[in-house]
């Protein structure tokens, strides 16, 4: 069993992640923190709150974190993501309340806790990693693993140079891929492919209570046809974690562009490993048909639970 904490901006795909978690049989899900990103914090702390109940995770801590970017003017996708986050899927409102603390102290405890157990995983903007590792420079030694949702080598999504998470924090980004850790990172490179058409559609349509969040969230997200749809961007990085053969990983040298005029928040994507030791393993390729599989698989065992 591995044991994740999901940093996240719940939103559209990373409720599609923390879905996936929830039902992957090899992963226990032992907390959550939130960050501003999609939407503003309180919006993806309230939809972390109804994803911890609606998915069935227990009292496992849901922890809000920093509402900004360290340095500059806050980035949002309301428009992809919808008013509430959530696209066009509505959850029973939560009954339990958010966490005491702060997510970097409670990122920062949980690793402490168990060195060398927990695997981090990011899937929105990385300020409170960032901030984590300037606290605490151990969490680099204490994580498993940081297998983040971000950036790419070929493209960005928010703008011609960017991909949203790194746009959004530039600066925790470089912070991140400087700290000293492996980063695995997966891009747009490969979660592009991770994409719901309409046979995938129909796959999550019979999965009961949770087809309510699944097909609407998915239909918002994306227009859903029979070549192409959405791209579900976070759960790339909860399958890697479910199964790492699902994903061709190459050494590189990360930088992360905090500067240019028309450049900043790209990832710089150095493959020839010259000058400097690989700080990240970059995602060059997704098995899309086994990914599928495996999502669908653990979506079908997570509705057998919820009805
Ligand atoms: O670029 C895709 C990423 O930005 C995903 O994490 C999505 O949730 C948005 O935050
Ligand atoms: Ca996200």
Redesign the pocket.
Known sequence: MTKVLIDC?P????AMALALAAGAPGIELVAITTVG??VDLSLTTANALALREFLDLGDIPVTPGSAGALLHRTVR?GDIHGDTGLGGAVLPAPLLAVSEGHAVDRIIDTLRAAPGEITLVA??PLTNIALAVRREPRIVEWARDLVI??GSFTRG??NPAA???MLADPEAAAIVFEAGWTVKMLG?DV?LTAVVTSAVLDRMRPLGRLAELLVPAAQFYGAVTDLAGPAI??ACAVAYVMDPSLVTMVPAVVNVEVIGEYTRGMTVVDFRLRERRANALVATGLDAGRFWDVVLGAYVRLAERLG
């Open positions: 901006d939103g559209i795909d990373d990103g999609n996708a899937i929105g949702m971000g999504n928010h991909e949203f998470n747009l979660t961007h976070d």
